[in-house]
């Protein structure tokens, strides 16, 4: 997370509030002594009862590790513990494929077992011989992922909200060492059971045959279900976040359209450094850029919070205050911003207020001509406007537009452009901040589409990490189905040619082998689809609009997830059907 040094420490009084007896406030940085720790520090302000005036309150002065704000206090901690979670539920899809392939390749070979045994090979040989086959296996799966890691490492850092997360190709490295080592001592537990299974079982039945395939088949089933199951999850959340993500980004500011969005500029100004004269200055330069049709100034983003919070029904008095979120606008604010007034007539004067539809139907009473003050400022109400949608995790309280020349303050700054010529005027706007502002200071300059996307990070982040984890979860189940479909019409081959025989047609036999996976892709969606349901209750409370996840959407899911399935079966059903039945019969 990026630091300005400028305001590490209030030297200048920058945070200073003459109207609250310079009260200030902010964060001050201390290089610890060896042995030191924040904890003791914290202990040591106690002792001295040190304390500083905030907002008519004494609040003692605390300590904490670098770093332990930011992350109790960020989103950090939910995008790492959804990772987690991710990861942990592709890692077992992996490993589920994994173990099934060698419990199928060891329980397969029980006749060179009992062979084995006759020519006088022990316990301690065949767990040798099997382990070793595990350890090649792995090694090879980790060497591909070794030269993965090298490959896109770069391209593992991304923006997140107001920091950057980097992944470290050394650390990355050190900790898939680790899964080595844990799956392979999974293996060697694996390889163990399996000596010990064939350790009880008679020479004769290990040479002739046993009941082992229908226990092998079984399992196998309950690992195919489990990866359906983890297939559902990830791509019933795939298709929320993207549904979701294109909800409130048509919602915010709703009154533009995305094409509208994608050609406002928006950047900030509010440097400390600059006078607000100068502020002025440069807007008043850029706006006349060609291709800039109209400019907008705002004292904060729209997107990053509100001018104020409260309103008064009677000067000075705090008690008749009541919610409601204030901007300070200018008097262009409604055309660039395509408002419509539903009632009333736009800003004209600085006593003019305008409202929104949610703030007269939360008071239940017509506010045209009504006065509210800001403090000692008494504005009249002259018209009512649509609502404005700047945030969509908090219902709002309605809003007040508050007539401001910002001659005082302007921290932000949005410029309309010709559809046909918003890169050039991007382009103009940055080299200009550069030549203006000092070297240390990197200007950002982007679309309002662009503020949407960045203010909705977890749907617009987390989409295509989620989409990208889906796409190899199914791409795993898949091949498991493939593996297992394959195995089944070869050891039934004699079984599909007598039923030929006796006059079995192609829907039958396709109905004998899909039945299995048509039973496995619905019980796994009857448990899956209950809990993604009760989760997505739960994250719906977040937001105050949801996209409609109705019968279209489950109905959606699962039927693209049996299409695929369907296409993977039916190649190997379709080729087994087509089998000559005498050959397969002279075969055997």
Same mark, same amino acid.
């Given at each position: 997370?990026?630091?300005?040094?400028?305001?590490?420490?209030?030297?200048?009084?920058?945070?200073?509030?003459?109207?609250?007896?310079?009260?200030?406030?902010?964060?001050?940085?201390?290089?610890?002594?060896?042995?030191?720790?924040?904890?003791?520090?914290?202990?040591?302000?106690?002792?001295?009862?040190?304390?500083?005036?905030?907002?008519?309150?004494?609040?003692?002065?605390?300590?904490?590790?670098?770093?332990?704000?930011?992350?109790?206090?960020?989103?950090?901690?939910?995008?790492?513990?959804?990772?987690?979670?991710?990861?942990?539920?592709?890692?077992?899809?992996?490993?589920?494929?994994?173990?099934?392939?060698?419990?199928?390749?060891?329980?397969?070979?029980?006749?060179?077992?009992?062979?084995?045994?006759?020519?006088?090979?022990?316990?301690?040989?065949?767990?040798?011989?099997?382990?070793?086959?595990?350890? *090649?296996?792995?090694?090879?799966?980790?060497?591909?992922?070794?030269?993965?890691?090298?490959?896109?490492?770069?391209?593992?850092?991304?923006? !997140?909200?107001?920091?950057?997360?980097?992944?470290?190709?050394?650390?990355?490295?050190?900790?898939?060492?680790?899964?080595?080592?844990?799956?392979?001592?999974?293996?060697?537990?694996?390889?163990?059971?399996?000596?010990?299974?064939?350790?009880?079982?008679?020479?004769?039945?290990?040479?002739?045959?046993?009941?082992?395939?229908?226990?092998?088949?079984?399992?196998?089933?309950? !690992?195919?279900?489990?990866?359906?199951?983890?297939?559902?999850?990830? #791509?019933?959340?795939? *298709?929320?976040?993207?549904?979701?993500?294109?909800?409130?980004?048509?919602?915010?500011? %709703?009154? !533009?359209?995305?094409?509208?969005?994608?050609?406002?500029?928006?950047?900030?100004?509010?440097?400390?450094?600059?006078?607000?004269?100068?502020?002025?200055?440069?807007?008043?330069?850029?706006?006349?850029?060609?291709?800039?049709?109209?400019?907008?100034?705002?004292?904060?983003?729209?997107?990053?919070?509100?001018?104020?919070?409260?309103?008064?029904?009677?000067?000075?008095?705090?008690?008749?205050?009541?919610?409601?979120?204030? $901007?300070?606008?200018?008097?262009?604010?409604?055309?660039? $911003? %395509?408002?419509?007034?539903?009632?009333?007539?736009?800003?004209?004067?600085?006593?003019?207020? #305008?409202?929104? /539809?949610?703030?007269?139907?939360? /008071?239940?009473?017509?506010?045209?001509?009504?006065?509210?003050?800001?403090?000692?400022?008494?504005?009249?109400?002259?018209?009512?406007?649509?609502?404005?949608?700047?945030?969509?995790? %908090? /219902?709002?309280?309605?809003?007040?537009? !508050?007539?401001?020349?910002?001659?005082?303050?302007?921290?932000?700054?949005?410029?309309?452009?010709?559809?046909?010529?918003?890169?050039?005027?991007?382009?103009?706007?940055?080299?200009?901040?550069?030549?203006?502002?000092?070297?240390?200071?990197?200007?950002?300059?982007?679309?309002?589409?662009?503020?949407?996307?960045?203010?909705?990070?977890?749907? %617009?982040?987390?989409?295509?990490?989620?989409?990208?984890?889906?796409?190899?979860?199914?791409?795993?189940?898949?091949?498991?189905?493939?593996?297992?479909?394959?195995?089944?019409?070869?050891?039934?081959?004699?079984?599909?040619?007598?039923?030929?025989?006796?006059?079995?047609?192609?829907?039958?036999?396709?109905?004998?082998?899909?039945?299995?996976?048509?039973?496995?892709?619905?019980?796994?969606?009857?448990?899956?689809?209950?809990?993604?349901?009760?989760? $997505?209750? $739960?994250?719906?409370?977040?937001?105050?609009?949801?996209?409609?996840?109705?019968?279209?959407?489950?109905?959606?899911?699962?039927?693209?997830?049996?299409?695929?399935?369907?296409?993977?079966?039916?190649?190997?059903?379709?080729?087994?059907?087509?089998?000559?039945?005498?050959? #397969?019969?002279?075969?055997?």
């Amino acid at each position: 997370e990026k630091l300005d040094m400028l305001t590490l420490n209030d030297s200048e009084g920058t945070l200073q509030f003459s109207d609250r007896g310079n009260m200030t406030g902010g964060w001050g940085f201390a290089l610890l002594h060896p042995g030191k720790t924040a904890q003791k520090l914290e202990a040591r302000f106690h002792s001295m009862n040190l304390k500083h005036r905030l907002y008519d309150e004494e609040t003692a002065i605390t300590a904490s590790s670098f770093g332990e704000k930011f992350w109790n206090k960020s989103i950090a901690p939910f995008f790492a513990g959804i990772t987690m979670v991710v990861g942990l539920l592709i890692l077992l899809t992996g490993l589920l494929n994994f173990f099934h392939f060698l419990m199928g390749t060891f329980l397969n070979r029980n006749h060179e077992y009992g062979i084995r045994k006759v020519m006088g090979s022990g316990n301690r040989q065949l767990f040798y011989q099997l382990f070793v086959q595990s350890v *090649v296996i792995a090694s090879i799966a980790f060497l591909l992922t070794f030269c993965l890691i090298e490959i896109i490492s770069p391209y593992l850092n991304f923006s !997140l909200f107001d920091f950057v997360l980097i992944i470290e190709k050394n650390l990355l490295f050190v900790q898939t060492a680790e899964y080595m080592g844990f799956i392979l001592f999974l293996c060697m537990i694996l390889c163990f059971a399996t000596v010990l299974r064939i350790r009880y079982i008679a020479i004769r039945t290990s040479i002739h045959g046993s009941e082992i395939k229908r226990h092998k088949h079984g399992m196998r089933n309950m !690992l195919l279900g489990i990866q359906f199951f983890i297939c559902w999850i990830f #791509v019933s959340l795939t *298709v929320a976040l993207y549904m979701q993500a294109e909800k409130t980004e048509s919602t915010l500011f %709703n009154t !533009l359209t995305e094409k509208e969005k994608a050609n406002i500029l928006s950047f900030p100004i509010d440097y400390m450094f600059m006078k607000n004269e100068e502020k002025l200055a440069l807007i008043e330069r850029v706006s006349k850029y060609p291709g800039v049709q109209d400019k907008l100034l705002a004292d904060i983003s729209y997107l990053n919070g509100v001018s104020g919070n409260l309103m008064l029904t009677e000067k000075d008095n705090r008690e008749s205050g009541f919610e409601i979120n204030t $901007m300070a606008v200018s008097t262009n604010f409604f055309r660039f $911003m %395509n408002i419509p007034l539903l009632t009333g007539r736009p800003l004209e004067t600085q006593e003019d207020l #305008v409202v929104d /539809q949610t703030a007269v139907e939360r /008071q239940k009473k017509d506010l045209l001509g009504t006065t509210l003050y800001n403090n000692s400022d008494g504005y009249t109400i002259c018209g009512v406007c649509a609502n404005f949608i700047a945030n969509v995790y %908090n /219902q709002s309280p309605g809003f007040a537009f !508050l007539p401001s020349d910002f001659t005082y303050f302007v921290g932000h700054c949005y410029l309309k452009c010709d559809p046909e010529r918003t890169a050039e005027v991007k382009a103009l706007v940055e080299k200009t901040l550069k030549e203006t502002l000092p070297e240390s200071i990197h200007p950002k300059v982007t679309t309002l589409q662009e503020d949407i996307y960045e203010a909705q990070a977890i749907e %617009n982040k987390l989409k295509g990490i989620i989409l990208f984890f889906s796409i190899v979860s199914l791409i795993i189940t898949l091949l498991g189905v493939y593996s297992a479909i394959t195995l089944d019409t070869e050891r039934r081959q004699k079984e599909v040619a007598i039923r030929k025989v006796n006059g079995a047609g192609l829907k039958q036999i396709i109905f004998l082998f899909a039945r299995l996976y048509m039973g496995l892709l619905a019980g796994s969606a009857t448990i899956a689809f209950p809990l993604i349901y009760a989760f $997505m209750q $739960m994250w719906k409370r977040t937001y105050i609009v949801f996209f409609n996840d109705g019968i279209l959407y489950w109905a959606g899911i699962f039927m693209g997830i049996t299409f695929i399935t369907t296409l993977t079966v039916l190649f190997r059903i379709l080729k087994i059907a087509r089998i000559n039945p005498a050959k #397969v019969i002279k075969n055997e």
